[in-house]
């Protein structure tokens, strides 16, 4: 039998309007075999996670471009956890100072993708995560 498809909902929260790279990246994914849906920007992390938990996704992912990434994130990751999301990966992108980046793993960020990552340093480590939830 075949591998299942990668399941990915992408997109934005917080007051952040500025799409352009989630958007590149959700044409990579689906490039690459992976079913997305991009939920555009502006949502609240509550309608996210009802998408999610909707959507039966394997993958969220959030771009931020505003600086409120550590705030946003660490809600994102109670609320999955308040709804027993545990297999599905929290993954973030878009302009994230690479300081920041163990302080996100921390709090349950399971990648964190910067400004200029290449489409195989994002696809591969995504299929490689998704594949070890499912075992």
């Given at each position: 039998m075949a591998d299942k498809q990668v399941k990915v909902l992408l997109g934005k929260i917080g007051l952040d309007g500025h799409d352009r790279g989630v958007r590149t990246v959700a044409a990579w994914l689906r490039e690459e075999g992976m079913e997305?849906?991009?939920i555009g920007t502006q949502n609240t992390p509550?309608?996210?996670?009802?998408t999610?938990?909707?959507e039966d996704v394997?993958?969220?992912?959030?771009?931020?471009?505003?600086?409120?990434h550590i705030h946003l994130l660490?809600?994102?990751r109670e609320l999955m956890d308040e709804k027993k999301m545990d297999g599905v990966l929290l993954v973030a992108g878009g302009n994230i100072p690479r300081q920041h980046e163990d302080q996100l793993?921390?709090?349950?960020v399971d990648l964190v993708f910067h400004?200029?990552?290449?489409?195989?340093k994002i696809v591969s480590p995504i299929k490689e995560?998704?594949?070890?939830?499912r075992k």
């Open positions: 997305v849906i991009y509550q309608s996210v996670i009802a999610a938990i909707q394997d993958v969220v992912g959030l771009s931020f471009q505003g600086g409120d660490k809600k994102m793993k921390a709090i349950g400004p200029g990552t290449m489409m195989d995560c998704v594949a070890r939830r």
